[in-house]
């Protein structure tokens, strides 16, 4: 499984990974200061009145369905603001990640080129 996963990453693009890391912090960024801008539906005002024939039965069906829309709307917006603030939450996240990321790598490689050095030294000692 682990052998899997290490193909799988060593396959990755990591330069466009990287690259685009900043990018994709700053659309979800954008995107939260969009939605967060945007008002919540108002509140629902309903008409107390109602006449007793059916056309005042009817009215009072249709504003009393519109009322309901409404606060499904202003629950849908709030949802949709918190699943913006995740969004951006884990976009810093997979920037902070990507950066961590880029620096092992650099690491790995520097610590591959020591362990090249040595192995050519022991090499030369050897032989």
Do not use: F, H, I
């Given at each position: 499984m682990a052998m899997g996963w290490l193909t799988v990453l060593k396959m990755l693009p990591w330069s466009d990974v990287i690259e685009n890391a900043p990018k994709v912090a700053q659309?979800?960024?954008k995107l939260w200061n969009t939605v967060g801008k945007k008002p919540a539906a108002p509140a629902p005002a309903v008409n107390g009145q109602g006449?007793?024939?059916?056309?005042?039965?009817?009215?009072?069906?249709?504003?009393?369905?519109?009322a309901a829309l409404q606060v499904a709307t202003a629950e849908l917006h709030q949802q949709m603001l918190e699943s913006s603030a995740l969004i951006g939450s884990l976009a810093e996240q997979n920037t902070q990640l990507i950066a961590r990321l880029e620096v092992n790598r650099q690491r790995?490689?520097?610590l591959a080129g020591v362990l090249l050095v040595l192995v050519v030294v022991l090499a030369i000692k050897l032989f």
């Open positions: 659309g979800a960024k006449s007793p024939d059916d056309t005042g039965l009817t009215l009072a069906a249709v504003q009393a369905q519109l790995v490689l520097w």
